[in-house]
C-alpha cells in the first residue's frame, strides 16, 4: 500500500538537477505554481485551483527544509485561494479597474510590512521553544524569510483588489525568495521564482500600462 506521508516527503526524489537531487513535491510544487502565476497575469479563474495545489505542496516542503515562515504562509495562500475561486465564481460581467495606492497609503504599507517581518520574525524564533516536538530545528533566515512571508501576504491582497503596487512588491519578494532558496540548495524552487520575477516585471509593465490608459494618468488618492 502506498505511503502517503512519503509523497509529501523531500526525500522522495525523482531525478537530479545541476547535482542537485529534486524531490516529487518540489517538481509539483513548482510546476503547478508556475501555473498560477501565469494564469494570474492574465486573469483566468483558474489560478485558484492551482494556488491551492501550490500552497499544498510548498507547504509541506518548507517545513521539511526549516522555512517556517514560509510554510506558515502557505496556510494564508491556501485560504485566500479558497475565497478567491469562490468570489471569482460569482463575479458578474462587471470589470475592476486597475487603481494605484496613491503615496500616503504605499508609505503607510512600507511601515506595516516592516513592522509585521519584525514581528513575525520574532515569533518564528521562538517555535523552536514552544513546540519543540514539531520544530526541532531553528528557523534559518529568520527575518528575511518573514519579509518574504509578509510581503507575499499584502501583494497577493492588493492583488485580488487590483492595485498596481500589487506587482512592484511581488518583485522585491521575488527577489529575496530568489536568494534564500539558492542558499537551501532547492535549485528547481530557485529557478520558479526567477520565473516569477520575469512575470512580475512583465506584470508591472503590463498593469501600469492599463492602469495610464483608464485613469488618463490621474492618481487614485
Request: hydrophobic share 50%.
Amino acid at each position: 500500500m502506498f505511503d502517503l506521508s512519503l509523497f509529501f516527503s523531500k526525500e522522495l526524489q525523482i531525478f537530479s538537477f545541476f547535482g542537485n537531487p529534486i524531490s516529487l513535491i518540489e517538481l509539483l510544487g513548482t510546476s503547478t505554481g508556475l501555473f498560477c502565476v501565469y494564469l494570474a497575469s492574465r486573469n483566468h479563474i483558474l489560478t485558484w485551483p492551482f494556488g491551492i495545489l501550490t500552497s499544498t505542496c510548498f507547504f509541506f516542503l518548507f517545513f521539511q527544509i526549516q522555512l517556517y515562515s514560509d510554510m506558515l504562509l502557505q496556510i494564508y495562500f491556501f485560504g485566500s485561494s479558497v475565497y478567491g475561486w469562490l468570489v471569482w465564481r460569482k463575479r458578474t460581467g462587471a470589470y475592476i479597474k486597475i487603481q494605484s495606492l496613491g503615496k500616503s497609503k504605499t508609505l503607510f504599507l512600507v511601515i506595516v510590512i516592516l513592522l509585521g517581518t519584525f514581528f513575525l520574525g520574532e515569533i518564528t524564533s521562538r517555535l523552536p521553544f514552544w513546540l519543540p516536538s514539531i520544530f526541532i530545528k531553528p528557523p534559518e533566515f529568520l527575518y528575511w524569510d518573514a519579509f518574504t512571508t509578509v510581503g507575499s501576504i499584502f501583494a497577493n491582497f492588493l492583488l485580488a483588489l487590483r492595485k498596481l503596487e500589487s506587482w512592484f512588491l511581488w518583485v522585491f519578494v521575488d527577489i529575496v525568495c530568489i536568494i534564500i532558496y539558492s542558499l537551501k540548495q532547492i535549485p528547481l524552487v530557485t529557478l520558479e521564482y526567477i520565473v516569477f520575477l520575469l512575470i512580475a516585471f512583465y506584470g508591472c509593465y503590463h498593469w501600469y500600462k492599463e492602469y495610464k490608459l483608464h485613469s488618463n494618468g490621474k492618481e487614485c488618492l
